[in-house]
């Protein structure tokens, strides 16, 4: 599948900015211009990429344009990889592992039940903690079957696999 490269005219306040020559690529595969800009497809031992120019000046002082969509990671990604191709340097391969901001508040929160546990506190007290105080009042019968429960083992088991060494996956996934 290729990578979809937007090209656009570097503002003349960048200073130099090296130009974009096709001649080191692989195939050309093809060439379209209409009056919405141009788009070439290339084909490379690294990949295929699909440029698109909105100006003749985007391959004279070009500059790439990444939309801030629910892609942005994945096209930056492909930039930096099309940058480094130009570049001539070596070629990341994958995508650097991010902690989103809900990740993270899941991950403090494991840790909190893995704090909570260490310090003698069950299930139910796990629960009232950090969930709700109505689950220390809770009669048996259903606090056996509830969410909150299962809420409060669940974090606890995952805090202590992330401080038993499930911590450098988050090196590896994020």
């Given at each position: 599948m290729a990578k979809n490269i937007i090209l656009t005219a570097a503002p003349p306040e960048f200073g130099s900015v090296?130009?974009?020559?096709?001649?080191?690529?692989?195939?050309?595969?093809?060439d379209h211009?209409?009056?919405?800009?141009?788009?070439?497809g290339l084909d490379d031992p690294t990949g295929a990429f699909s440029l698109t120019l909105d100006s003749p000046e985007a391959l004279t002082h070009p500059a790439i344009l990444i939309p801030l969509d629910p892609h942005y990671r994945k096209r930056s990604h492909e930039a930096t990889r099309f940058v480094s191709r130009v570049q001539g340097r070596a070629i990341p391969r994958h995508l650097l592992p991010v902690i989103t901001?809900?990740?993270?508040?899941?991950?403090?929160?494991?840790?909190?039940?893995?704090?909570?546990?260490?310090?003698?506190?069950?299930?139910?007290?796990?629960?009232?903690?950090?969930?709700?105080?109505?689950?220390?009042?809770?009669?048996?019968?259903?606090?056996?079957?509830?969410?909150w429960r299962k809420s409060a083992r669940d974090w606890r088991d995952e805090g202590i696999a992330l401080v038993e060494g499930g911590y450098l996956k988050l090196l590896l996934e994020g």
């Open positions: 090296t130009p974009l020559s096709l001649t080191p690529w692989g195939r050309v595969l093809f211009e209409d009056a919405q800009g141009r788009v070439i901001p809900v990740r993270s508040l899941n991950l403090i929160r494991r840790l909190h039940a893995y704090d909570l546990y260490r310090a003698g506190a069950d299930e139910r007290r796990i629960a009232t903690v950090l969930i709700d105080s109505r689950a220390l009042t809770m009669p048996l019968n259903e606090w056996r079957d509830h969410a």
